[in-house]
């Protein structure tokens, strides 16, 4: 007798697996937001080496391009997360529409006034109002995904999409920047900066259908009108961020200068693409699997794992080795943004959450900012391998701290989702 055949996969073949991006990116919409918030955060690696290799070049003064990009970069760390409150409270269009007008009148302001060479005064109150406008980009983006993916384990994979898409930022935009600065004009990496991520977040912001609601002044049961920051768990959180962006922006300066000792400068910005390169390419493996271990266990690991990668800068000596180095030590990387940002959905409540992506984000900046400036000054004391010593201090303190975290993040989270804690 014919039995009827099920029509199911082959048992020796096995379900077949679909790509868990594809799947993210079929969501409608959420493809178009995605493009355009890798658009609109483009400044974000562009606008600060934009701004010093700007003024360097009309004003012949490293120290004045870095008290310049300086002001730009710490009053976006101050007023971002204050942005990101009113986002939460009314709505990402409506709050971001005035401060996109106002991040494009300041860093145009920034360009017209270094070419008539304006007073310094002039290019600090141009940089302060193109940095506190601008918000961050991929906190919205990843708040939207948030609102159109139900399900923690493709939120995962959508946070490990746009990790992997930031560090794709981070690999074009640098080397963009110093092209255009260099070989156009010395504003060409700002000005590209300012009109391409300029006309991405107006595409970006244009998109309502994916817009997550405001959610007014509403109180909930716990948070209510605090802080996302004083929130428990965030403040340690948000510090092991900053020394994560002290060992970039450490990275950078240190590398540039090991560069211009070996004689071969122009090759730093190929340098570091390597170390977004080794984030991007293990954010995008990590993101493609189904973790079953507590959220807050990964984070220590990673973290743990930026510590090991960073202390193979002690085997640098030329600089094929420390490109090698660099994509080794980015592998850590981006599964530790995926899993911070990740217990930033778990800690804080719901209406907060764009608020709390971007105090990571701005700790992160933060990091960046101090690692450059103590980088610099160990540069000009000794040479670039005491630079790199601030790399390696920058990523032992981020395993550090995250262990020390470890057991509070354990604990039962008020707005963890039971798969992930």
């Known amino acids: 007798m014919n039995v009827p055949v099920p029509d199911t996969p082959d048992a020796a073949s096995g379900p077949r697996k679909r790509n868990p991006y594809l799947d993210v990116l079929r969501v409608p919409g959420a493809a178009r937001f995605s493009v355009a918030g890798v658009i609109a955060r483009l400044p ?7 701004t010093v290799l700007m003024v360097q070049a009309l004003y012949g003064s490293y120290a004045m391009a870095g008290r310049v990009s300086a002001v730009l970069v710490v009053a976006q760390a101050l007023v971002a997360p204050q942005i990101a409150r009113l986002v939460d409270r009314s709505g990402q269009a409506r709050v971001m529409t005035p401060m996109l007008v106002a991040t494009t ?3 145009l302001g920034l360009i017209v006034a270094a070419a008539l060479g304006a007073p310094e005064w002039v290019l600090w109150v141009c940089a302060a109002v193109g940095g506190a406008s601008q918000g961050s980009y991929g906190s919205l983006a990843r708040a939207r995904w948030s609102h159109v993916l139900p399900e923690a384990q493709r939120v995962h ?3 490990s999409l746009e990790s992997a898409l930031d560090e794709l930022v981070f690999i ?3 080397v963009l920047a110093t092209t255009l600065a260099t070989t156009v004009i010395p504003s060409g990496g700002l000005l590209v900066a300012a009109v391409v991520g300029g006309g991405g977040a107006a595409w970006f912001l244009t998109q309502r259908r994916t817009e997550p609601p405001a959610r007014g002044r509403a109180a909930l049961p716990q948070g209510g009108g605090r802080s996302a920051i004083r929130m428990p768990g965030m403040p340690v959180l948000a510090v092991v961020f900053v020394g994560m962006g002290v060992m970039f922006g450490s990275s950078d300066v240190a590398t540039v200068a090991f560069a211009e000792e070996q004689g ?19 954010g995008l493996a990590y993101g493609a699997r189904h973790w079953v ?3 807050s266990i990964r984070f220590t690991v990673t973290a743990c794992g930026i510590a090991v990668g960073v202390s193979l800068f002690f085997f640098v000596q030329n600089l094929v080795v420390l490109g090698v180095v660099m994509f080794v030590a980015g592998f850590a990387i981006a599964p530790t943004l995926i899993n911070g940002n990740a217990l930033v959905q778990a800690l804080v409540a719901p209406h907060q959450l764009t608020e ?5 984000g701005t700790s992160l900046g933060v990091g960046v900012s101090l690692g450059s400036w103590l980088a610099g000054v160990a540069v000009d004391a000794v040479d670039s391998h005491a630079g790199f010593l601030v790399t390696m201090s920058g990523g032992w303190a981020c395993a550090l701290l995250a262990l020390v975290a470890l057991p509070g993040m354990r604990r039962r989270r008020p707005y963890a989702d039971p798969t992930v804690g």
Do not use: E
Not at 44 to 50: A, F, Q, W
Not at 356 to 360: A, Q, S
């Open 356 to 360: 709390g992506l971007t105090w990571v």
């Open 105 to 107: 009148v300041g860093l």
């Open 172 to 174: 074009v935009g640098p």
């Open 293 to 295: 271990s507590p959220l």
């Open 264 to 282: 071969v400068k122009g090759l730093a910005g190929l340098v570091l693409a390597c170390f977004a390169l080794g984030s991007m390419v293990s």
């Open 44 to 50: 974000m690696s562009m606008v600060g080496i934009g």
């Open 157 to 159: 994979t959508a946070y």
